[in-house]
């Protein structure tokens, strides 16, 4: 009996702490639809006549659907070489042979740890020498060092996992490596692929030191950068910034919601080491 | 199997140039007519310099037709961006710089001279804004923009809200004890008798009164270390605000909410009674004039008390002009481009529209939206002095400005507040 | 596949991964240890200062302060790890609402930092969000600046952190826990242990590993990754409140164009990385004698 009456303590507990982490979104997208006016008189509850100017605003006067443009231009042009480049290096170093693989396998899983910023203020002299400052292309060179080590980890860890009969199989039947590895390894690496694909958009989404160090004229801004420099110097007002919020947040949440489970296994993945 | 290799290694080199190209996003030079890029932070931005520089952006090419504008806009401040294209050698063709800060002095080299294109306009502008344009603060190094507008910092204050709280609306304080006096009638009133905001509000305040304060050698001794931030005139300046500040005058929500907008906007709704403003650009008296009435707006300079130097001055200086970086192909486009901002027309365009108080001693005051702004380009013409900001180096301001909201509330003391000015010096 | 005979063509599958990383990252991180020693403002060329920016550093109070608040942040790291652990391991058995808190947990961690970041930046308002509730709950002593009061920023923004991860946690503890076999538990029951003991004796030590895999995470997190929320949250402030080693890197160089001085600050965050680095290694060593 006092089992039962734990359980449901349990319950009711874990409920309103799940109610609890999505409470500060409540108030972003409640102050959204709020006036200057409500907003003054009402922090908390909805407003009586919610509005969606705001909505309006920022995208008449700051320009949201520039950054949207460029975060997506930036983002597809990175995961199409981030998949290729992270499979085929989860391949190689999980089934093949070579020289020196174990160290190289060490570096890559070091790199994983490093800071951003250490490295953001050099990557940005270093492009500035090059003339990559400021260009998408630029960008997307420095999110490909910077995320492929982790989804080269992810790729090797999976690969590891496929028997290596497909492998000696295919070779005996005279394959080439690299129609094994298109023909062979790719389809069968799927559900890890769209793991690593999933973890990638959201890192390279949600990303800010490199973006706002690498990408500087308006044009060229992404998203994420666009919304930290928009509270500083120039703040908007709170309704206008959480309806900002609420709009750069939505692509994040869509995706959740459709690959919930898929951004689970990138966690256990990634974490689980026993 | 060596053609799949081959093929493989092709494929992933295509692959990262295609990505490369079609990410892409330089500057692409275009055939024809000469296309400039400018880089400010007024061109999109709401309000009136917005407005401001869509105007100049349509005369400019009235005027110059077989010059195309590409008019981008950067964060403010700008100088991350301005740096990374110095050293990379590949930007804007002119870019808006700050005057009135040591910005000209810092980046000064990297711009072209602009002394022989300029001969015929020199004389339209004071020398004292030349000079700011120019590095180490000497035109004699060659000067490397034209002052387009003069900048500083006023006080604005409400008079309708002035009268409501039983003060004199046409005679406000000059002093700071008079001040005090007003602060206490208006809170009794029931409105916010100093408005204040997050971000350059506090320094704004500060530093402009420190341009009463000090000097002009006192100021001048602020560069090299020969007067310090710990000096006794400091001291006693920080200390006055920390006092307003804690007596609950100035906005407690200015430690959080930033001034740009919310709480400019909150003065020009009527919510505070005292704002400090700028003379040019935004929150200044075209602006404020717009929102509240012209009739309805008052100035004053600085308040008044011991021992500061000077009495109902302002500091101002050289506001903004536009720059050429010497690593641009098209300098002669530019550099019309610089002319025309700073010039007759461009002066008028801006006491039209934007209500900056142009640095171009030719303009035409009558077309000044305001009476207000008559009072402001009055106070410049007679009571201006140097602004302490002109002498502070840069990782200096920066404690100034980040350690403000300590220094008001009382965390730390004033002569802390100084010690860390003074510690950040280079 | 024959032991001795090396696919030397792995290296064309390995070599785009290995350009990328050694032009973006192996070589800005060897160069920014030949900056770290000189004084650089990023036009003209830098001049060797020797040891020199380093006695700054020491000197320097934005300094004391970005250690002083890395140790509070590393501090939280037990906080950061026990919580989700105590939440996973109330729901190791699925109970209702389980799933709902799954799904809704994990919102924090998918969401940018940037969003969180500029979002309770909003919400700590002084007569913002987070004080109007505390007045209205009763709770009126604790309004306060949460956002100025200088000894009480770099708090907020460690809780803020764990907020956003807890849920990661949480996932996470939850999957590794999955593999413990039930009959352990059962014994425990047997032996009349309580939760608090069961989770002591049996879902700690079954899921060891993951639990130092999210330590790890959590000094990572809060010596390296922490600029995202701290620059939209504080912007490193009130003065130096909530200044990390990190945010200094980037304020050096980006507000006070000290170019050469900003890469003494991330030589200094590299020992610390490298300290994690050195750490796990050696744990795995200890564990691979066990």
């Known amino acids: 009996m006092s089992r039962g009456a734990g359980k449901v303590v349990v319950s009711i507990g874990i409920i309103l702490l799940g109610l609890l982490t999505v409470l500060p979104f409540y108030f972003m997208v409640v102050t959204s639809i709020k006036d200057t006016d409500s907003y003054l008189t009402e922090k908390l509850l909805p407003p009586s006549r919610p509005t969606f100017n705001n909505y309006v605003t920022i995208f008449a006067q700051l320009k949201l659907a520039v950054y949207f443009r460029n975060s997506i231009i930036v983002l597809v042009a990175t995961l199409v070489p981030y998949v290729l480049i992270c499979s085929a290096a989860g391949f190689a170093f999980a089934k093949l042979n070579f020289p020196l693989r174990i160290p190289l396998l060490l570096l890559v899983t070091a790199i994983m740890i490093f800071p951003q910023m250490v490295l953001g203020v050099q990557i940005y002299h270093l492009q500035a020498r090059m003339g990559l400052l400021n260009t998408h292309a630029g960008l997307v060179f420095a999110y490909l060092g910077y995320f492929a080590p982790y989804a080269a980890y992810l790729m090797t860890t999976y690969f ?43 890192a390279v989404w949600n990303e800010l030191p490199f973006s706002l160090l690498l990408l500087r004229s308006t044009d060229k801004r992404t998203l994420m950068a666009a919304i930290a420099l928009l509270n500083g110097e120039y703040g908007v007002p709170a309704m206008e910034m959480c309806a900002a919020l609420t709009v750069v947040a939505l692509p994040i949440i869509l995706l959740y919601v459709v690959a919930q489970r898929q951004i689970q296994r990138g966690i256990l993945a990634g974490g689980i080491k026993e | 199997m060596k053609q799949e290799r081959m093929i493989a290694a092709a494929l992933t080199l295509l692959l990262m140039v295609g990505t490369g190209l079609f990410a892409g996003g330089g500057q692409e030079a275009t055939a024809g007519p000469v296309t400039i890029t400018v880089w400010d932070w007024f061109t999109g931005s709401p309000g009136s310099q917005g407005v401001l520089a869509d105007k100049l952006d349509e005369a400019f090419q009235a005027k110059y037709p077989d010059i195309k504008l590409n008019h981008e806009s950067v964060p403010h401040p700008p100088y991350d961006v301005y740096q990374a294209a110095i050293v990379g050698k590949e930007g804007a063709d002119s870019i808006l710089v700050h005057a009135n800060g040591q910005n000209f002095q810092d980046l000064g080299e990297a711009f072209v001279i602009l002394d022989d294109f300029i001969k015929d306009m020199r004389d339209q502008f004071p020398l004292a804004t030349l000079a700011d344009c120019s590095p180490e603060r000497d035109v004699g190094k060659g000067i490397r923009g034209l002052p387009m507008t003069v900048q500083g910092w006023v006080w604005y204050y409400n008079k309708q809200l ?11 304080p000059t002093t700071w004890n008079g001040l005090l006096e007003a602060c206490a009638k208006l809170e009794a009133s029931g409105t916010i008798p100093v408005g204040f905001g997050k971000g350059i509000h506090a320094e704004m305040m500060i530093a402009g009164t420190l341009d009463q304060v000090l000097s002009d050698q006192e100021k001048r001794g602020l560069l090299n270390g020969a007067f310090k931030f710990t000096d006794r005139k400091c001291l006693v300046t920080y200390e006055k605000f920390a006092d307003l500040f804690q007596k609950g ?111 171009n001693k030719e303009a035409d005051r009558s077309l000044v939206a305001n009476e207000v702004g008559v009072d402001v380009m009055d106070l410049i013409a007679n009571n ?4 302490t900001k002109a002498f502070t180096q840069t990782p200096q301001w920066n404690v100034l400005r980040s350690h403000a909201p300590l220094m008001l509330t009382g965390e730390i003391s004033a002569r802390e507040y100084g010690e860390e000015i003074e510690k950040a010096r280079e | 596949m024959s032991r001795n005979r090396y696919d030397y063509q792995a290296f064309l599958f390995i070599l785009p991964l290995l350009l990328m990383i050694a032009l973006f990252m192996l070589y800005p991180a060897l160069t920014t240890f030949y900056y770290g020693f000189t004084k650089w403002n990023g036009i003209s060329s830098p001049t060797w200062q020797g040891l020199s920016n380093f006695a700054r550093l020491l000197r320097d109070s934005s300094f004391h302060a970005a250690v002083r608040n890395a140790v509070i942040l590393a501090l939280y790291v037990p906080l950061w790890t026990i919580l989700p652990l105590l939440v996973a391991a109330s729901i190791r058995k699925p109970v209702v609402g389980s799933g709902f808190f799954r799904s809704l947990s994990l919102v924090p961690f998918v969401i940018s930092p940037v969003i969180l970041g500029v979002l309770f930046n909003v919400l700590l308002r002084t007569n913002g969000v987070v004080n109007t ?82 330590v790890v995470l959590g000094f ?71």
């Open chain 1, 160 to 202: 590891r996992g496929i028997p290596r009969t497909f492998l000696e199989a295919a070779k005996i039947d005279g394959a080439g490596l690299w129609s094994i590895y298109i023909r062979i390894m790719l389809p069968m690496a799927r559900p890890m692929l769209v793991t690593v694909i999933i973890v990638g958009s959201q």
């Open chain 2, 162 to 172: 002035f009268k409501q709280a039983g003060l004199n609306a046409e005679n406000p």
């Open chain 3, 220 to 290: 990572i997190t809060f010596f390296a990754r922490m600029f995202p929320i701290i620059y939209t949250m504080t912007g490193g402030g009130p003065g130096y409140a909530s200044f990390v080693p990190e945010f200094g890197i980037y304020f050096q160089a980006f507000q006070n164009f000290q170019l050469g001085y900003s890469a003494t600050w991330a030589i200094f965050v590299y020992l610390l990385t490298f300290l994690i680095i050195f750490a796990q290694v050696m744990l795995m060593k200890r564990e691979g004698a066990q």
């Open chain 2, 249 to 359: 005058y100035m906005d407690p929500e200015g430690l959080t909410v930033p001034l740009l907008r919310e709480k400019g906007e909150e003065f020009m709704a009527g919510k505070s009674a005292i704002f400090r403003g700028f003379i040019s650009d935004i929150f200044n008296w075209f602006e404020f004039g717009q929102a509240l009435g012209p009739e309805n707006l008052g100035v004053i300079p600085n308040f008044y008390f011991e021992p500061s130097t000077h009495r109902g001055v302002v500091g101002a200086a050289g506001g903004v002009g536009y720059a050429v970086p010497s690593y641009s192909d098209h300098q002669d486009a530019a550099v019309k481009w610089v002319k025309f901002t700073a010039s007759i027309e461009g002066a008028n365009l801006l006491l039209k529209n934007g209500g900056a108080v142009p640095a």
């Open chain 2, 384 to 387: 201006l002095v140097p602004p």
């Open chain 3, 133 to 214: 509730l505390l007045e209205r709950l009763g709770l009126r002593f604790l309004v306060t600046e949460w956002l100025v009061e200088p000894d009480l920023v770099i708090h907020v923004v460690a809780l803020v952190t764990i907020f956003k991860f807890f849920g990661f946690g949480v996932i996470l503890y939850l999957g590794a826990m999955g593999k413990i076999s039930e009959s352990l538990y059962d014994a425990a029951k047997i032996d009349g242990c309580s939760w608090l003991q069961t989770l002591r004796a049996v879902t700690a030590p079954g899921i060891r590993h993951t639990i130092e895999f999210f």
